[in-house]
């Protein structure tokens, strides 16, 4: 089993940011590649940001140029993945979820609450 443990949710005004973590754990004995998700009230889940084993990264349009993600493949911290999230709107209000793809199977984790408001 794999276990992802994310934080960094909260309570921002529109233009602040938040950082999100993510940490992998469990049965999981490679570097893999690894994703943040996101999903609004009465909307599907959407693919934020992802990142391959090394750098290359991947984005939605709706948060190109404000949002990073970024991993830490250092051995004591192998598999952490962050996103970092600046110039908040109100439309980034969403519960953001970790994902890995690991061996054909798929986790999730418990996910993080984003509220942007004024």
């Known amino acids: 089993q794999v276990q992802l443990v994310e934080s960094g949710g909260g309570l921002v005004q529109p233009g602040g940011s938040l950082r999100l973590s993510c940490a992998a754990s469990?049965?999981?004995?490679?570097?893999?590649?690894m994703a943040w998700y996101r999903q609004a009230p009465g909307k599907q889940r959407e693919l934020v940001a992802a990142?391959?084993?090394?750098?290359?990264?991947?984005?939605?349009d709706s948060v190109k140029g404000r949002f990073t993600i970024s991993r830490d493949n250092a051995k004591n911290a192998k598999n952490t993945v962050y996103l970092q999230m600046n110039d908040l709107k109100p439309e980034d209000t969403a519960v953001y979820y970790c994902?890995?793809?690991?061996?054909?199977?798929?986790?999730w984790g418990q996910g993080t609450q984003v509220t942007v408001s004024s």
């Open positions: 469990g049965s999981i004995f490679s570097i893999v590649p």
């Open positions: 990142i391959t084993t090394g750098t290359s990264t991947n984005y939605a």
């Open positions: 994902y890995v793809n690991y061996r054909m199977s798929g986790y």
